[in-house]
């Protein structure tokens, strides 16, 4: 089964070359098999994102990779501000996503039968890039299907992945070798024909396949003279925000897996060295591990918050809650654009990542570029507009030294001087629903300000069933408020969060207006930036998890606990 990418197809003929000669003009490699490794998808190599980009046809093995496959592309798409989902064709040549497991009626595909469909594929004249979990060379058909290649004279590449015998070990906190545990055996236990009296030493052991045989197989190992109280360790859907890790021993493991219903994919170590995870466990320990984090704002802004989210081991999920759109009158922004451009303009400000969008798209519209801004001051509210403008070709003059807000703004921006300064206006292109502080505060210092509405922001439209349900059922552990105006918006599409919801505010204004809807806030960042609202977040997280493990419980997230419903509150913290 196939899927076509959302992409333009303006340029098949150049794309698909039907004659020999074009096609020998190719690279080298007409087949690429590409290691995923074992689910995270960062641990991707830098030589798979520049082949998935490039390809054409892309052969899939597991139900993951065709969302992968949009994700690499996606990002390597240049950031032209929209949302909905299209790919620049300039940069996304991948065409098509095949399903390589199952056949056009929908039966399944032997080894024999992949080979025989990337073969065709390849013999197409497109560029085809075969998706393979883990590592292409190991436990894996590729040297089938590379030896096919050879066989119909196409070229191939193999690009390694990063093995689930290695990194789930990696992530669940054990070493495979020590200095005193130097040798390991990698088993697949798929076939369940193996003499396990091979293995009755004390070598490390690396199962794979072997969750529903755990049972059998611990019962052979200590029939084979391993001692019954041998460490075992059992991780699920490894690398992942959902990874799970049972330890325990060959005469309890079959019980203990079962009582924590452990499902494929599983690998499982066996050895001394499996002793190590409990001061070794890195991953699972993050202070947000696995929580499901909402994040009311689009993609597209929410970027570096979700990021960071992640280096905590959050599960990010954006839903939007404002909606950008043009002015209702353009004509006080044309009137403005054209003022920058006759000098009418001492100082432009720009308070948001959405004005300078806002300017920029009035710019393209008049055959505008950045050189209009020669001879112009600018300033910015803070790092994240102060870089918008960088991609410009733009640099602040002024950014604020302390508070990146508006009135940390104020308190570095200069006095008007009739001697220094010529010309005593200001351009302030924002939001139409922006406070006055700014205007109010340039007015003191002596400047004049035009206060021109760049764009509009409107509640946007509410999210899917499931998600408004997640969020008042209090199926997310926490969300984080970046203003005021993603309290109101949210509420008013979504609903309130639910009481066991951790809420988590980037300052006061936005702890006022939570309070205000009822909710309690949890966590106050200590400065108004999206990095310290994570990172106090993290905080309250790690504090939550240390208080579960003194008290001897067992380490939960907000969502697994249901406190009695909070009264509204009083104050935060």
């Known amino acids: 089964m196939s899927q076509t990418l959302n992409t333009p197809a303006t340029d098949t003929p150049a794309r698909h070359p039907a004659t020999p000669t074009a096609r020998s003009a190719r690279a080298a490699s007409c087949v690429a098999f590409v290691g995923t490794g074992p689910g995270d998808p960062d641990l991707l190599t830098v030589r798979a994102t520049e082949l998935i980009r490039a390809a054409e046809v892309v052969v899939t093995e597991l139900p993951e990779h065709a969302d992968l496959v949009r994700r690499i592309v996606a990002e ?65 058909s590729a040297p089938e299907e590379a030896q096919a290649c050879v066989k119909a004279g196409l070229s191939f590449e193999i690009v390694p992945g990063v093995s689930s015998v290695s990194a789930v070990a990696t992530y669940a906190g054990i070493p495979l070798t020590t200095r005193n545990d130097r040798e390991i055996a990698v088993i697949s236990c798929s076939d369940g024909k193996i003499d396990w009296e091979s293995y009755a030493d004390d070598r490390t052991l690396v199962l794979l396949s072997a969750c529903e045989s755990i049972g059998d197989i611990a019962a052979a190992l200590v029939a084979a003279g391993r001692s019954a109280t041998t460490p075992v360790a059992m991780t699920r859907v490894g690398t992942t925000t959902e990874q799970a890790t049972v330890v325990s021993t060959l005469a309890d493991i079959a019980a203990d897996a079962a009582a924590a219903d452990m499902t494929p994919p599983v690998v499982t170590v066996v050895g001394e060295v499996v002793g190590l995870r409990e001061t070794l466990s890195w991953f699972e320990t993050k202070a947000l591990f696995g929580w499901r984090v909402l994040v009311p704002r689009t993609k597209e802004q929410a970027g570096s918050l979700s ?26 922004m044309d009137k403005a654009v054209r003022g920058l451009v006759e000098g009418r303009y001492e100082w432009i400000a720009f308070t948001s990542v959405n004005a300078v969008r806002a300017v920029k798209e009035k710019f393209d519209e008049y055959g ?48 008007y001087d009739e001697v220094l300064d010529p010309i005593n206006r200001v351009f302030l292109p924002r939001a139409d629903i922006a406070t006055e502080t700014l205007v109010a505060g340039l007015h003191e210092l002596g400047w004049e300000v035009d206060d021109v509405t760049a764009y509009r922001t409107v509640r946007a439209a509410p999210p899917p069933a499931p998600v408004r349900d997640a969020i ?65 977040l993290a905080d309250h997280g790690a504090a939550r998890r240390a208080a579960l493990v003194e008290a001897g419980q067992p380490v939960t997230k907000p969502s697994e606990r249901r406190p009695p419903a909070r009264r509204k509150a009083t104050g935060s913290k």
Do not use: M
Request: glycine residues 10%; contains cysteine.
């Open 472 to 536: 008042k059922s209090g199926k997310f552990d926490a969300v984080v408020f970046t203003s005021s105006s993603t309290v109101r918006n949210l509420v008013g599409i979504a609903g309130k969060p639910h009481p066991s919801t951790i809420i988590a505010v980037i300052g006061p204004a936005t702890a006022k207006t939570a309070e205000e809807h009822g909710l309690r806030v949890d966590v106050l960042a200590a400065n108004p930036s999206v990095e310290d609202l994570v990172d106090a």
């Open 76 to 140: 390597g798409a240049p950031a032209t501000g929209r949302t909905d989902g299209h790919l620049d064709r300039t940069v996304a040549s991948v065409r098509e996503v095949v399903d390589g497991t199952t056949g056009p009626e929908g039966q399944p595909l032997t080894p024999a039968g992949r080979a025989k469909l990337v073969v065709k594929l390849a013999k197409s004249g497109r560029r085809v890039v075969r998706l393979l979990g883990g590592d292409p060379f190991l436990f894996a």
């Open 368 to 415: 505008l570029d950045a050189r209009a801004f020669s001879g112009l001051k600018i300033a910015a509210v803070g790092d994240r507009t102060a870089a918008c403008l960088a991609d410009w070709g733009l640099r602040a003059d002024l950014v604020p030294s302390g508070e990146q807000s508006a009135s940390g703004l104020l308190e570095d921006w200069p006095e």
């Open 307 to 332: 990021a960071r989210l992640r280096t905590y081991g959050a599960v990010p999920e954006e839903v939007p809650t404002i909606s950008v759109e043009p002015p209702r009158n353009p004509h006080q």
